[in-house]
């Protein structure tokens, strides 16, 4: 028996063994962790939105690139809309509601019948036609306006060249500049 008075404890130490030795592991699990339960959220408002729209898609949710990617797999194109711009307001408002429901802003991409992956084809394919005619040239190539998305697409594949690129005007005249340097 100790008679001495009582004073406060320290924290058990953790043990070794139940800590990741590489603490980017722990820190990456547990980010996917937020990400999935991001486009949980997101997947439970999107199915509410389908019964109400009595439409029919399956929901998947992951993580991909850093971010939650909610995929509604549907025939139906009505909400990826004219461009997509159904598919962007939807984005946007699956974004509302984790910035409601967890305070935190998302960056949560959403992609309807497969409309986001066919026009990141796309732009790869205008990317590259970019990059030939630069690679050619020598001459900077300004392309179409595009938004925010879009420009990160052709940004990311000139990068991949080796090349410079740089978005310039104002949305929603905002385009991408690809140049040698």
């Known amino acids: 028996f100790d008679a001495s008075p009582a004073t406060p404890r320290d924290p058990p130490a953790r043990r070794s063994e139940s800590v990741p030795s590489d603490r980017s592991d722990m820190s990456e699990k547990t980010d996917n962790e937020t990400l999935l339960s991001e486009g949980d959220?997101?997947?439970?408002?999107?199915?509410?939105?389908?019964?109400?729209?009595?439409?029919?898609?399956?929901?998947?949710?992951?993580?991909?690139?850093?971010?939650?990617?909610?995929?509604?797999?549907?025939?139906?194109d009505r909400l990826v809309g004219k461009d997509g711009e159904v598919l962007d307001a939807l984005q946007e408002l699956s974004r509302l509601v984790v910035m409601t429901e967890t305070g935190h802003r998302s960056r949560l991409t959403l992609d309807i019948a497969g409309f986001r992956e066919k026009r990141r084809l796309e732009l790869v394919a205008l990317a590259k036609d970019a990059i030939a005619e630069v690679v050619e040239s020598g001459e900077p190539v300004r392309m179409a306006p595009m938004n925010a998305y879009e420009r990160k697409v052709i940004h990311d594949e000139v990068a991949g060249a080796g090349l410079?690129?740089?978005?310039?005007?104002?949305?929603?005249?905002?385009?991408?500049?690809v140049s040698t340097s």
């Open 164 to 177: 410079t690129s740089e978005s310039e005007g104002e949305p929603p005249m905002r385009r991408v500049v």
């Open 41 to 76: 959220l997101v997947a439970d408002y999107l199915e509410e939105l389908l019964d109400i729209a009595d439409l029919d898609g399956d929901i998947e949710n992951s993580v991909s690139n850093g971010r939650a990617h909610v995929v509604i797999d549907t025939e139906d």
